[in-house]
């Protein structure tokens, strides 16, 4: 558990202690009990260059590789960042699988815009990603049913969905997946840097199809 613990480090270090108070252009603030760092050092912390080298096949063949593991939160995390700074309740609410990241990209992202979050899981054991997403601070709610597969998700949506709507305007539910036409557009933008690229093909090795269909309208001639 490295990662969270170097990322909580960072953002202690930033945020400079709880006793900012100033507003949200200039110094940290407080937020829902939370030190919430200005919004230019918290997209910066989301959105760490990225790490591209080029690997020569021993053929010949040659290909750029777009390594995002050093993410935190995994890729989502470059475009969930703007996206949570302009939505005005103090707790983010998801649902999801047990065995996704969004839920650690959520974490981190609301850690760092001084907001909670709430997960809902597809399982009664706490997995460990489920854990690094506690790590953050996130509240995991785990829910056990009979369903499998899609009919066990539409469940714990359900129960987030009712979650958010007795917490009375308090609460925000985010879209399964991150798959919302605002969190494309900032997640196109975050790849600004690597437009000068024109891949032939495009190999994602973990994805969502959110990511996927991002990545296709910025290259919309590569193949998939």
């Known amino acids: 558990m490295k990662r969270?613990?170097?990322?909580?480090?960072?953002?202690?270090?930033?945020?400079?202690?709880?006793?900012?108070?100033?507003?949200?252009?200039?110094?940290?603030?407080?937020?829902?009990?939370?030190?919430?760092?200005?919004?230019?050092?918290?997209?910066?912390l989301a959105n760490p260059e990225f790490n591209v080298r080029s690997i020569k096949h021993p053929s010949g063949y040659e290909m750029t590789l777009i390594d995002e593991s050093h993410l935190i939160g995994g890729s989502k995390q470059r475009?969930?960042?703007?996206?949570?700074?302009?939505?005005?309740?103090?707790?983010?609410?998801?649902?999801?699988?047990?065995?996704?990241?969004?839920?650690?990209?959520?974490?981190?992202?609301?850690l760092l815009s001084g907001k909670t979050a709430?997960?809902?899981?597809?399982?009664?054991?706490?997995?460990?990603?489920?854990?690094?997403?506690?790590?953050?601070?996130?509240?995991?709610v785990p829910f056990s049913s009979q369903d499998s597969g899609s009919s066990r998700l539409k469940m714990i949506q359900k129960q987030a969905?009712?979650?958010?709507?007795?917490?009375?305007?308090?609460?925000?539910?985010?879209p399964f997946g991150m798959d919302h036409p605002d969190v494309k557009k900032l997640y196109a933008s975050a790849f600004a840097p690597l437009r000068s690229y024109k891949p032939k093909r495009i190999w994602v090795v973990a994805g969502s199809?959110?990511?996927?269909?991002?990545?296709?309208?910025?290259?919309?001639?590569?193949?998939f």
């Open 118 to 140: 709430r997960i809902f899981i597809d399982q009664t054991n706490i997995n460990p990603l489920s854990e690094m997403a506690k790590s953050f601070g996130a509240t995991i």
């Open 79 to 110: 475009a969930l960042i703007g996206y949570i700074a302009d939505i005005k309740q103090d707790e983010l609410v998801y649902a999801g699988p047990s065995s996704g990241y969004a839920q650690i990209a959520i974490a981190y992202c609301a």
């Open 161 to 174: 969905e009712i979650y958010v709507d007795r917490a009375g305007g308090r609460a925000f539910l985010l």
């Open 4 to 44: 969270p613990i170097r990322a909580l480090k960072m953002y202690q270090n930033n945020v400079g202690g709880a006793k900012h108070r100033t507003s949200w252009r200039g110094e940290s603030r407080q937020h829902s009990g939370r030190a919430r760092l200005p919004f230019k050092q918290a997209y910066e």
């Open 209 to 223: 199809g959110m990511i996927f269909s991002t990545l296709s309208s910025i290259w919309p001639d590569a193949e």
